[in-house]
């Protein structure tokens, strides 16, 4: 039991006599209502945070039914903190439910896709230019490295570890950029960024491009330009907007 009562940490605290029973009692006894901090996730957010990232990696695809009783047996749990899971992902429009019951992972149209993509190039490429105001070495350096592994695992075929790779990339110019406002606004596409990145890296040609616009942007970070980088994140975004649109067209499932 870990609690903390003004300056007391009970924890720490030994207990073996007698006496020291009395004083452990003591010092509870006019807190009713304060019970030890329970630090585990509860089994909702468990689920939640499973069947999100299922759907990020592409583990559940657009359109694919959602059902409960499946991931409540999979998950070993009732129903009931799936139901909760899928009203959360409902909210965020990561999954949609059907006129006649049930629910699906959310199908993007063309239209979401140039809209999210849309404001992810305003957003991103603002916070490019704020990073690019305030570079230090040591961002730079982080970003080199972010790249340098990225290359090896691109040389590797290995996706997870792109994937991994590419999204430090981009976190580190959102931290950099000192705002918590815009790094948030970016957070509320986060998932949908990681999945169509995902889609993006697939394909080892664009994981190359991709890798050429990350070391564009860092020289450029590097020279102070802040327009030139604003512009190079930008083209970088929709230019993979372009790609995904590309691929639907083509009807092909990302």
């Known amino acids: 039991m870990e609690q903390f009562l003004g300056n007391i940490h009970v924890e720490n605290m030994e207990f073996n006599t007698d006496m020291d029973k009395q004083r452990k009692k003591d010092i509870l006894a006019p807190f ?40 409540s047996m999979l998950m070993n749990t009732s129903r009931t903190p799936v139901r909760e899971a899928i009203r959360r992902l409902e909210q965020e429009e990561l999954v949609e439910r059907l006129p006649k019951g049930g629910c699906i992972v959310k199908v993007l149209t063309t239209e979401d896709i140039e809209e999210i993509f849309g404001i992810r190039a305003v957003l991103e490429s ?14 730079i350096k982080k970003l080199t490295e972010s ?48 999945i169509y990145r995902r889609s993006l890296l697939q394909s080892k040609k664009r994981a190359k491009v991709s890798l050429v616009d990350h070391k564009r942007i860092v020289e450029a970070m590097r020279q102070g330009n802040k327009n030139k980088v604003e512009r190079l994140v930008r083209k970088h975004i929709l230019r993979g907007k372009k790609y995904i649109l590309g691929e639907i067209e083509k009807g092909e499932k990302l």
């Open 126 to 139: 603002y916070a490019a230019y704020l990073a690019t105001e305030r570079i230090t070495e040591e961002i």
């Open 32 to 71: 009713t209502y304060l019970k030890p901090v329970i630090r585990k996730k509860s089994v909702g957010d468990r689920v939640y945070q499973a069947i999100k990232r299922a759907i990020v990696i592409g583990e559940l695809k657009p359109g694919q039914r959602i059902v409960e009783e499946q991931i």
């Open 147 to 194: 790249i340098k592994q990225f290359e090896q695992a691109l040389n590797n075929n290995d996706l997870s570890r792109l994937m991994e790779l590419n999204t430090r990339f981009h976190e580190i110019i959102y931290q950099a950029s000192g705002s918590k406002n815009l790094y948030g606004l970016i957070n509320n596409f986060k998932a949908y960024i990681y």
